[in-house]
């Protein structure tokens, strides 16, 4: 199922070519991007997502259209979705640069898709991981701030193909080190660590985007009574915490089982009582 939405509340018929050769988005990836889940009609965090695409565009010096036309387009892809036969849909909010010697108008759209089975089964069996090097140190986003470390911007292609050796490795997914050897996040996802009834996750500071699955978990996790640390982690902290998880909208709390051909502890309840945490907000 596909439905798309320009900014103006216009549907467009999803298989009507949208965009030209000479879009930037397409010939540089220069442009931003969020999903979001949304469940029976209901976007989850979704003014946080637009939060993170303002700052997104803030750090790309690119002309974003205004909030409201955001939410406008949003309401009209869940509008249009059928909540009776599919309760979940991923919403992806897209802008571009606009076109290679246009007038700086950007290219912006909204489209809503079905989630897919193999998505739907790592949810439900968890997943087996591989860290990879991401060369970059703690201290990068701050001096090298062109590097965009913290937005999402529409340049995945290295996060796709460290998916790709992720798979050569027969793992499912990826967490980026840095040059400390300390976790960064996954190719689309955060990780989070319990440890004695802590939460722990890597900080933004580390030129990791702020996800807010993760900022949900962990404010549901508080209000609950869970300490909770957004920290640097050392790799080795993996295989010693009580549970390991890669967070983000889509797949929500995945378990991890197995890191670098290695088991990480995996206890039912404490997935279980993980996951009602982050529920308890919606
Ligand atoms: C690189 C990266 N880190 C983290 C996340 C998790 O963010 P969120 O929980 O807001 O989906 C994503 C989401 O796709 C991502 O692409």
């Given at each position: 199922m596909r439905i798309l939405a320009l900014l103006d509340g216009t549907l467009v018929d999803p298989d009507t070519p949208l965009l030209r050769s000479h879009d930037l988005g397409v010939q540089r990836g220069d442009g931003i991007f969020e999903t979001i889940l949304a469940v029976d009609g209901h976007p989850r965090e979704l003014e946080a997502h637009l939060d993170r695409l303002e700052r997104s565009a803030r750090l790309m010096e690119l002309t974003l259209p205004d909030r409201a036309k955001w939410q406008h387009a949003v309401r009209t892809v869940l509008g249009e979705w059928p909540w009776g036969s599919e309760r979940e849909a991923a919403v992806k909010l897209v802008c571009t640069r606009g076109l290679d010697g246009g007038d700086g108008t950007p290219t912006a759209f909204v489209s809503g898709q079905?989630?897919?089975?193999?998505?739907?089964?790592?949810?439900?069996?968890?997943?087996?991981?591989?860290?990879?090097?991401?060369?970059?140190?703690?201290g990068m986003m701050e001096r090298a701030p062109w590097l965009l470390l913290s937005a999402k911007t529409l340049s995945y292609a290295v996060n796709m193909a460290a998916l790709r050796e992720a798979e050569r490795r027969d793992a499912d997914e990826v967490v980026?080190?840095?040059s400390d050897d300390s976790l960064l996040?996954?190719?689309?996802?955060?990780?989070?660590?319990?440890?004695?009834?802590?939460?722990?996750?890597?900080p933004p500071s580390s030129g990791i985007l702020r996800g807010t699955t993760q900022g949900a978990l962990f404010r549901a996790a508080e209000e609950a009574g869970w300490r909770t640390a957004v920290?640097?982690?050392?790799?080795?902290?993996?295989?010693?915490?009580?549970?390991?998880?890669?967070?983000?909208?889509?797949?929500?709390i995945t378990q991890v089982h197995t890191i670098d051909g290695t088991s990480v502890a995996t206890d039912s309840g404490l997935h279980e009582r993980i996951c009602k945490l982050y529920e308890s907000r919606y």
């Open positions: 079905s989630l897919s089975e193999e998505l739907m089964r790592k949810r439900a069996r968890g997943i087996s991981v591989v860290t990879l090097e991401r060369g970059i140190d703690p980026f080190t840095a996040e996954g190719p689309t996802s955060n990780v989070v660590l319990a440890e004695d009834g802590r939460l722990a996750t890597p920290e640097p982690i050392a790799r080795e902290r993996l295989w010693r915490a009580d549970g390991v998880w890669l967070a983000s909208s889509i797949r929500k």
